[in-house]
């Protein structure tokens, strides 16, 4: 199977990221531990279904004070 990995699908995958880039499958997916670098962390994913793998990067965007959470 070609794997055809679309803009459109990468659009999606980065609004909702709780699917497969390529498939679409949810809950097939499996992330290694997060490496926090300064102010960006990055994930190895990859999907059961169709063997993609891929790296999620997250942009640290906004803190919460510890006090509001209790
Ligand atoms: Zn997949």
Known sequence: MAKRLTAK???KYLKRGSSCTLCGR???L???SVE???NE???EMSCFDCDL???DI???ARIELAESLT
Request: charge should be negative; aromatic fraction near 10%; charged fraction near 35%.
């Open 41 to 43: 962390a990055r994930q």
């Open 36 to 38: 926090i670098d300064g």
């Open 53 to 55: 793998r891929w790296i």
């Open 58 to 60: 997250y942009v640290l």
């Open 30 to 32: 499996e992330g290694e």
């Open 26 to 28: 949810a809950l097939a």
């Open 9 to 11: 699908k990468i659009e």
